[in-house]
């Protein structure tokens, strides 16, 4: 495969098929149902704690406001309790492991030598970041599957770094990190 289209293959398996699917209150007129979905907003996510960033735009179809509090509450109150998958979670690990092996490898060679040959194992760092993607790749394959035999994984936003999905065919919770 070549380049171009390697990087299109990736682009494709990290594409987040973006939508809302629950229902929501609103706190302004009382609606509850689903609320209307104008597409989605790109943004940064707040990427520390559990902090929810939704990048719908969520209007409440009574009265027309915007349900982005009410929707970052709702994502909250299902995903807080999801826990990241053992697969995920594996991959995480290996990849803090290696570059933290790396890091010691390198301060081991620097207290037994004394000179600058220590810094070796750092550039391994190097080629370690171009692994990021064949990570990100691995965990996004998580989404390929579900227990319904029929995924359909909508993105619903972000729980401080992790991923909130939702299987649309039988409304399976999902919650990644990459
Ligand atoms: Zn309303
Ligand atoms: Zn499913």
Same mark, same amino acid.
């Given at each position: 495969?070549?380049? +171009? %289209?390697? !990087?299109? #293959? $990736?682009?494709?398996?990290?594409?987040?098929?973006?939508?809302?699917?629950?229902? @929501? %209150?609103?706190?302004?007129?009382? $609606?509850? *149902?689903?609320?209307?979905? +104008? &597409?989605?907003?790109?943004? $940064?996510?707040?990427?520390? *704690?559990?902090?929810?960033?939704?990048?719908?735009? @969520?209007?409440?179809?009574?009265? &027309?406001? #915007?349900?982005?509090? %009410?929707?970052?509450?709702?994502?909250?109150?299902?995903?807080?309790?999801?826990?990241?998958?053992?697969?995920?979670?594996?991959?995480?690990?290996?990849?803090?492991?290696?570059?933290?092996?790396?890091?010691?490898?390198?301060?081991?060679? @620097?207290?037994?030598? &004394?000179?600058? @040959?220590?810094?070796?194992?750092?550039?391994? =760092?190097?080629?370690?970041?171009?692994?990021?993607?064949?990570?990100?790749?691995?965990? !996004?394959?998580?989404?390929?599957?579900?227990?319904?035999? #029929?995924?359909? $994984?909508?993105?619903? *936003?972000? =729980?401080?770094? !992790?991923?909130?999905?939702?299987?649309?065919?039988? &409304? +399976?919770?999902?919650? =990644?990190?990459?």
């Amino acid at each position: 495969m070549k380049l +171009k %289209e390697r !990087a299109a #293959d $990736y682009r494709k398996a990290m594409e987040l098929n973006h939508g809302w699917e629950v229902e @929501l %209150e609103c706190t302004a007129c009382g $609606y509850r *149902g689903l609320p209307d979905y +104008k &597409g989605w907003t790109p943004g $940064y996510p707040m990427s520390f *704690g559990s902090t929810p960033t939704i990048f719908a735009d @969520l209007e409440c179809p009574a009265c &027309g406001r #915007d349900l982005e509090t %009410e929707a970052g509450a709702k994502l909250g109150e299902l995903f807080s309790p999801v826990e990241i998958p053992r697969a995920n979670r594996r991959l995480l690990a290996l990849f803090i492991l290696l570059s933290a092996a790396l890091v010691a490898a390198s301060a081991v060679i @620097l207290v037994l030598t &004394g000179n600058a @040959l220590g810094v070796i194992p750092l550039f391994f =760092l190097i080629p370690m970041l171009a692994f990021i993607p064949v990570f990100n790749r691995r965990i !996004a394959a998580l989404r390929q599957r579900c227990d319904c035999g #029929d995924p359909d $994984y909508v993105f619903m *936003g972000m =729980l401080g770094r !992790a991923y909130c999905f939702r299987c649309s065919s039988c &409304g +399976k919770l999902l919650k =990644l990190r990459d």
